[in-house]
């Protein structure tokens, strides 16, 4: 049964000639953005600011996780020329600082990874002094895939959890939850900036969130997001629940007293949203 949603959740659409110069850009460069394939809240409001993020390696994922909106199946050939495009396109749109997502690729035997230091290299090249926030896939836990992006040197490096543990093999049954904590040691232990996010209203428990925090602070994770989940279409998981504001501020009071330095915790909350806050 469907819940309505309520007044928290209510968006005013914004639209203005930055947005339409955007969503044209795009267009013209066959690029792809988690804002559009994700279906995020929050698209008018960031290209209206003149801010996307770039999803690269196709717009297939190889994996099928319930919450997600973006197309499975069997992925395409990666696009060599798209580290140039999507440099070009940021220079284009005068970033300071570009956000990096990915379907992912399991059907690649380094799940992409040349590809994305490929991807992060070029657009320094082509925008010196940008700083670039990378939102990897989880690599299969491939030590070398990893690696491969550590040398391209990131200013923050972000994995999502997305869930707590215990609705792992409901909503992301491809996916292992302490596979996922490892890449975000491994990454801190290499002295990155850290980040990772969640949704909630997914039917999880108050005190099992608290216990995943638990375990990003104690491997010195630095960014923590929460959000609300919102189902995309029909064909993914529904509401639970809508976690009033109040839960939001909850969490983000937990989060800090067991020392994550930056928190953004609301309805409306997304991985990349803002992202530029904490180093700009």
């Known amino acids: 049964m469907r819940i309505r949603k309520p007044d928290w959740l209510k968006i005013k659409l914004t639209v203005n000639e930055e947005l339409k110069f955007i969503s044209n850009l ?23 600011r003149g801010i996307a993020t770039f999803m690269i390696c196709g717009d297939i994922c190889t994996r099928n996780c319930r919450f997600c909106s973006v197309k499975h199946g069997i992925p395409s050939p990666l696009d060599e020329k798209e580290p140039e495009k999507i440099a070009n396109v940021v220079k284009k749109l005068g970033l300071r600082y570009c956000v990096l997502t990915s379907v992912t690729r399991d059907d690649l035997p380094d799940g992409g990874a040349k590809h994305w230091a490929d991807t992060v290299e070029t657009i320094r090249k082509v925008n010196p002094g940008i700083k670039v926030e990378v939102l990897v896939p989880d690599f299969e836990g491939d030590k070398e ?64 969130v608290f216990s995943l925090i638990d375990d990003i602070s104690e491997i010195g994770v630095d960014i923590f997001t929460v959000g609300q989940y919102l189902q995309p279409t029909k064909d993914n998981l529904p509401v639970y629940r809508y976690v009033p504001p109040y839960e939001f501020d909850e969490f983000k009071s937990y989060a800090v007293s067991k020392g994550i330095k930056h928190v953004f915790s609301a309805p409306l909350v997304r991985s990349s949203y803002h992202a530029e806050d904490v180093l700009l």
């Open 26 to 48: 795009l267009k013209d460069n066959n690029l792809n953005t988690v804002c559009v394939e994700a279906r995020c809240p929050n698209l008018h409001e960031c290209w209206a």
């Open 145 to 208: 895939a990893l690696d491969c992006v550590f040398n391209s040197n990131p200013d923050v490096f972000a994995h999502n959890l997305e869930t707590i543990k215990e609705l792992y093999k409901k909503i992301r049954p491809q996916a292992d939850y302490h596979r996922s904590l490892d890449l975000l040691k491994i990454a801190k232990n290499r002295g990155f900036i850290t980040k990772t996010g969640i949704m909630v209203g997914l039917g999880e428990a108050k005190d099992k």
